[in-house]
């Protein structure tokens, strides 16, 4: 993990266009995360919320602009075109992030503990017995102390997602990606999910959410960005922004979801 401050901007994207063939999706975005906030980034289906947060990630390259991690530049615009750090460069300073996803990703034939594990094994060289006590930490700060060795298809859709929480957390990043992570669960599952996120808010991890709780970004972020069409409409902390929104789009959008 990286030596951070806590006014340190632990991930800055400036200028970021990216295009899918002719259609462009995100249309010059400007924003920065410093260290323990936790920003919630809403918006309608389509707005380019999702693609922001691959982007962040290196899961889809940008056209232009600029992406910064903890203070390290993983591309930049040189002439009319991002260029990205060199291959070693770009996997280490992408090593400072974790992702959850909508779907929970997890390999079906590893058990629980397995899932966990592999990653820091594979990718960091870590030893079995070095990583097995921080993963049963992990395990037992998202509620599943007991399902070490049971395989996925063995849990509920929520304790899952629970577990490809801690699989992110296992690689110790700095910064963790969530994308609308309990939009493929059942209502009644939700509520686990958001509760491990809430608990990870409490103790200052810098987080990106992609999300369409309100209630999450209301309660757990400290700030929160409006999205549609490509551009950030309207952004600021959470009890301004819903209490008071400025633009037209931002208030139609808090109506329908609220």
Same mark, same amino acid.
């Not at 102390?145 to 577990?163: E, I, K």
């Not at 700095?174 to 493929?184: G, H, Q, V």
């Not at 491990?196 to 400290?222: D, G, K």
């Given at each position: 993990?990286?030596?951070?401050?806590?006014?340190?901007?632990?991930?800055?994207?400036?200028?970021?266009?990216?295009?899918?063939?002719?259609?462009?999706?995100?249309?010059?975005?400007?924003?920065?995360?410093?260290?323990?906030?936790?920003?919630?980034?809403?918006?309608?289906?389509?707005?380019?919320?999702?693609?922001?947060?691959?982007?962040?990630?290196?899961?889809?390259?940008?056209?232009?602009?600029?992406?910064?991690?903890?203070?390290?530049?993983?591309?930049?615009?040189?002439?009319?075109?991002?260029?990205?750090?060199?291959?070693?460069?770009?996997?280490?300073?992408?090593?400072?992030?974790?992702?959850?996803?909508?779907?929970?990703?997890?390999?079906?034939?590893?058990?629980?503990?397995?899932?966990?594990?592999?990653?820091?094994?594979?990718?960091?060289?870590?030893?079995? /017995?070095?990583?097995?006590?921080?993963?049963? %930490? &992990?395990?037992?700060? =998202?509620?599943? *102390?007991? +399902?070490?060795?049971?395989?996925?298809?063995?849990?509920?859709?929520?304790?899952?997602?629970?577990?490809?929480?801690?699989?992110?957390?296992?690689?110790?990043?700095?910064?963790?990606?969530?994308? /609308?992570?309990?939009?493929?669960?059942?209502? %009644? &599952?939700?509520?686990? =999910?958001?509760? *491990?996120? +809430?608990?990870?808010?409490?103790?200052?991890?810098?987080?990106?959410?992609?999300?369409?709780?309100?209630?999450?970004?209301?309660?757990?972020?400290?700030?929160?960005?409006?999205?549609?069409?490509?551009?950030?409409?309207?952004?600021?902390?959470?009890?301004?922004?819903?209490?008071?929104?400025?633009?037209? +789009?931002?208030?139609?959008?808090?109506?329908?979801?609220?």
């Amino acid at each position: 993990m990286a030596n951070t401050t806590t006014d340190a901007v632990m991930l800055r994207m400036t200028a970021i266009r990216k295009s899918f063939g002719a259609l462009p999706v995100l249309k010059g975005i400007d924003l920065a995360v410093r260290c323990g906030e936790v920003l919630a980034i809403i918006g309608p289906s389509g707005s380019g919320k999702s693609t922001l947060l691959r982007c962040a990630n290196r899961l889809e390259s940008i056209d232009s602009g600029t992406i910064e991690v903890v203070g390290k530049t993983l591309a930049k615009t040189q002439g009319t075109r991002a260029v990205y750090a060199a291959p070693e460069k770009s996997r280490a300073i992408l090593a400072h992030m974790g992702m959850v996803f909508q779907q929970f990703n997890l390999f079906p034939h590893m058990t629980v503990m397995e899932n966990l594990i592999e990653a820091p094994m594979q990718v960091k060289g870590m030893k079995r /017995e070095e990583i097995l006590p921080y993963a049963s %930490e &992990l395990l037992e700060k =998202v509620g599943l *102390t007991g +399902r070490a060795d049971s395989y996925p298809a063995q849990l509920s859709g929520g304790q899952q997602q629970r577990v490809a929480i801690a699989r992110a957390l296992a690689m110790q990043p700095d910064i963790m990606l969530f994308d /609308e992570p309990t939009s493929a669960l059942d209502p %009644e &599952l939700t509520g686990e =999910v958001l509760r *491990t996120m +809430r608990e990870l808010a409490a103790e200052h991890m810098t987080m990106l959410v992609v999300t369409h709780e309100m209630a999450f970004a209301r309660e757990a972020a400290s700030h929160v960005i409006f999205m549609a069409d490509g551009h950030i409409v309207e952004q600021g902390e959470p009890k301004t922004f819903f209490e008071h929104p400025k633009e037209e +789009r931002t208030r139609a959008f808090l109506q329908n979801m609220l």
